[in-house]
């Protein structure tokens, strides 16, 4: 299973993004699917899940600003971010779980400037 992140960059405060990742390889389904952050100096956090029901989970740090939703077709999951904050800055993994083995992806770079 490969999965492939895009849609970093850069964006001033208050800005918005979309990431997007896309998963790859042989499998039958991906069973869930999400994001999580690591800023420099600091372990990897969640930033947010979503099963392939559509149920999702949140970080309460982001409950309100970002919305994950995924399309199973494309076994591809996306976060739509917005009000970003400096405090946002790091870079984003995304995650697919296969048969309760989680694979990642290769980070994409969120930086939040003005």
């Known amino acids: 299973v490969q999965l492939q992140a895009y849609g970093g960059g850069l964006v001033q405060p208050g800005g918005s993004l979309r990431l997007s990742c896309a998963a790859s390889g042989r499998f039958f389904s991906i069973d869930r699917m999400g994001w999580y952050s690591q800023a420099p100096g600091k372990q990897r956090e969640l930033v947010a899940t979503i099963t392939t029901g559509g149920s999702t989970n949140y970080a309460d740090s982001v409950k309100g600003r970002f919305t994950i939703s995924r399309d199973n077709a494309k076994n591809t999951v996306y976060l739509q971010m917005n009000s970003l904050k400096p405090e946002d800055a790091a870079v984003y993994y995304c995650?697919?779980?296969?048969?309760?083995?989680?694979?990642w992806g290769q980070g994409t770079l969120v930086t939040v400037s003005s």
């Open positions: 995650l697919g779980v296969v048969n309760r083995r989680n694979y």
